[in-house]
């Protein structure tokens, strides 16, 4: 069983930057790849970011590429996302997922996803 609890949402002006943490518990942090989805008000959930096992591989969605980056440190249980030139646009809820296999956030949709955690807010303000 893994839990998994994130951290660091909050309100921020458009431009600004934001760092998500999510901790992980448990001693298999390093068999997962972990990733990041978001699910602003009606609208569907939708990948953002993913990281392989290892920290080698990362992966974005479009509309985040060149803005956020995605970084882990297995030693802590931890992945984080780094969101820079935050835009309105951005404002949703962040989950973080855990999953043997990249592909469930990359080419899944995060459905089948092993573990979520329960979310945390960002907020762009214009």
Known sequence: QVQL???????VQAGGSL???????????????????RQA??????FVAAISKSGGNTYYADSVKGRFTISRDNAK??????MNSLKPEDTAVYYCGADPS???FVGWGGYGMDYWGKGTLVTVSS
């Not at 609890?5 to 309100?11: A, C, D, I, K, M």
């Open 19 to 37: 760092r998500l943490s999510c901790a992980a518990s448990g001693r298999t942090f390093s068999s997962y790849a972990m990733g990041w989805f």
């Open 5 to 11: 609890v994130e951290s660091g949402g909050g309100l």
């Open 41 to 46: 008000p009606g609208k569907e959930r939708e």
């Open 77 to 82: 249980n931890t992945v984080y996302l780094q």
């Open 102 to 104: 990249v592909a469930t």
